[in-house]
């Protein structure tokens, strides 16, 4: 993809999941890669499958919900690679999935902490470094819990909310070369649905039942548009929500 070829990148989450596979895929269309996780274990695996592809990246312990720990993050890139040009602000957790009058306030507080202040902790990092270098592309993880009422209430809250706060930067940002947008993954299958699976063993089949491409959706293909978002391809796409879902949401 044009534009990616030796960039810098930071990615959330990044030790499983759809932050691992958008790490291997930005490093195999040549950039370097920071891969930030509260998991050390999962961060380290990925820059060693970096490794293996003959990529480059490096590990930083990141809690999104630091933003000391985040400031850290992006002054890796800096230390490491001498700038920083995409970052993909995807970490999440999932929370527990009660009916909205009987969830917690410590559920919702844990949630929206990691959820929707972390993409702002992260952009606030972020931005101050890509303006540095004549501008940058930034993709903020939602999800169709953003465009729809499914999943817990400090979930869907959260992803509604970081679909606002990507529509606020690009207004504040695209005059000043930094594009930014959001991707909206429908089900996909990454440990956190293995965990939602275990729940309840029939929940993969109605999943898939629902999905009308008949198939639930792999890392790599979120990893995919997420790249595709900060190339050269995408110049003029700022502020959208892309959604990624196997015409999950379009029935
Ligand atoms: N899998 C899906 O179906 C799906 C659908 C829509 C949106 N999403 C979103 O995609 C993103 C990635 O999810 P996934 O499916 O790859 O899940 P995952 O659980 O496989 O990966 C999430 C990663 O985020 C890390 N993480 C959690 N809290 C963190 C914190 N405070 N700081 C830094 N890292 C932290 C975890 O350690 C983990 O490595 C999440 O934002 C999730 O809400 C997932």
């Given at each position: 993809m044009d534009g990616i070829q030796d960039g810098v990148a930071v990615v959330t989450g990044a030790g499983s999941g759809i932050g691992r596979e958008t790490a291997r895929r930005f490093a195999r269309e040549g950039a370097s890669v920071v891969v930030a996780d509260v998991d050390e274990d999962g961060g380290h695996d990925t820059v060693e499958m970096i490794g293996d592809d003959g990529g480059e990246?490096?590990?930083?312990?990141?809690?999104?919900?630091?933003?000391?720990?985040?400031?850290?993050?992006?002054?890796?890139?800096?230390?490491?690679?001498?700038?920083?040009?995409?970052?993909?602000?995807?970490?999440?957790?999932?929370?527990?999935?009660?009916?909205?009058?009987?969830?917690?306030?410590?559920?919702?507080?844990?949630?929206?902490?990691?959820?929707?202040?972390?993409?702002?902790?992260?952009?606030?990092?972020?931005?101050?470094?890509?303006?540095?270098?004549?501008?940058?592309?930034?993709?903020?993880?939602?999800?169709?819990?953003?465009?729809?009422?499914?999943?817990?209430?400090?979930?869907?809250?959260?992803?509604?909310?970081?679909?606002?706060?990507?529509?606020?930067?690009?207004?504040?940002?695209?005059?000043?070369?930094i594009r930014v947008n959001a991707v909206c993954p429908g089900i996909i299958q990454t440990p956190m649905i293995d965990r939602a699976q275990e729940d309840s063993a029939e929940l993969l089949e109605q999943m898939t039942a629902a999905t009308p491409a008949g198939r639930l959706g792999q890392p790599e293909e979120i990893a995919s548009a997420v790249v595709w978002l900060c190339s050269d391809g995408a110049s003029y796409v700022m502020g959208h929500p892309f959604t990624i879902d196997g015409a999950l949401t379009v029935q």
């Open positions: 990246a490096t590990f930083v312990r990141t809690d999104v919900s630091d933003q000391g720990e985040v400031d850290r993050m992006v002054q890796t890139a800096l230390d490491e690679y001498g700038g920083l040009d995409f970052a993909h602000n995807n970490a999440g957790i999932e929370g527990d999935n009660a009916p909205l009058a009987d969830d917690t306030e410590e559920n919702w507080d844990a949630v929206i902490d990691v959820n929707l202040k972390g993409v702002w902790r992260c952009m606030q990092a972020e931005i101050p470094a890509m303006l540095e270098r004549g501008g940058g592309r930034i993709v903020n993880t939602a999800s169709i819990s953003g465009q729809t009422g499914s999943g817990g209430a400090p979930y869907v809250a959260s992803k509604h909310g970081v679909i606002g706060l990507t529509r606020k930067a690009a207004v504040d940002y695209s005059g000043e070369n």
